[in-house]
């Protein structure tokens, strides 16, 4: 993928993969200091959205928070389950990139009404009503995107609640974004083997398994607009419990971040029991064959992110589809009308 041809360069939804390079190089980390210190206070973080503005940033920090062992608890969750939780002792991150989102304005106007003051917004636009409802509402600086698939927004979006849990665990300084965008660049350029994009564009259903760190479960919905291909995500080792029972060998399964440990349980099951094709996204070599990607360390997951979109890109001009405009799925999912 890359902005020199023309099969490519013509949507926007390419450009905007691309621009996310510039936004990981010029990320402020230090901008969350103050917010990271106020969260780490309250001791316990929700953060909320819907769809893109959720999955991948809210579990990637989480993960992280967990990997790390922070003294403040991380979770996530729809807006509308979150609607029925105590939430008086929490601390909120409210996302919405259009900052019109119905179900995220709803629960950041209920924290304000009954006087939590740790509620804060997170969007790519300014005087919305989101930034009303909530104490205090960060922008991103990527700007508004045109294709209906989230993408360089959903990495600032990750990115800066990263940088919140890094501040708390003290490696913030370990963030390095100019290494990050440089391996982003790798990833979303690289050449991906036509055979793969083939046999993806073939298949029946488009399967992601990893970690429930919301990456491959990020890619599953990323597949669903930009391929129209039936997706899903196999968190952990779902994808050898129960479900190879319905699997056609002509499906793909793409394993994003492997755990060694598990790969000979795959390749048994999914290769050699239902003959499909599995293909690993990974930094280092696998038993399957695979995308290969630079090592960032614990940055990888943005790298992964990248080479999954790039795969998907490939796909979908395979199957010559408008990249920039799904049929069905709308840029803004519920907008709240006042």
Known sequence: MNLYNDKYARYELVKEMMDTVGVIRS??????????????SVG??????????RIFPAKNAIRKALTWGLDVSCFTEGSRQAF????????????????RTKEVILLAQKLADMGNDNCFGLSANTGTLLEAACVKTFVLTC????????????????????????????????????????NVETALTQPIDHQIVQSAADAPTIYFAG???GLAEELTLKTNEITRRKSDF???TYAVHGIEEVMD???????????????????????????LKVVAIAARDTRFETIRVPDAGELNPYVFLAAGWNLLVEIGIALNINLDKPERARKVGNELIV
Not at 27 to 40: G, L, P, S, W
Not at 44 to 53: F, Y
Request: aromatic content about 10%.
């Open 234 to 236: 196999l968190e952990g």
């Open 211 to 213: 970690y429930n760190d």
């Open 143 to 182: 700007g508004w995107e045109q294709a209906v698939a989230a993408t360089k927004s959903v990495v600032e979006q990750a990115l800066f609640y990263e940088s919140i849990v890094r501040h708390i665990a003290g490696s913030v300084e370990d963030m390095d974004v100019d290494l990050l965008a440089g």
């Open 249 to 275: 060998p002509r499906d793909v399964v793409f394993v994003v971040d492997p755990i060694e440990a598990e790969e000979e349980k795959f390749e048994e099951v999914l290769v050699r029991g239902v003959g």
């Open 27 to 40: 990320f402020d980390r230090y901008q969350t200091k103050d917010i990271a210190a106020r969260i780490a």
């Open 44 to 53: 316990q973080l929700l953060m909320t959205g819907e769809g893109s503005s």
């Open 84 to 99: 029925g939780y105590d939430l008086s002792g929490f601390a909120m991150f409210c996302a919405s990139n259009s900052g």
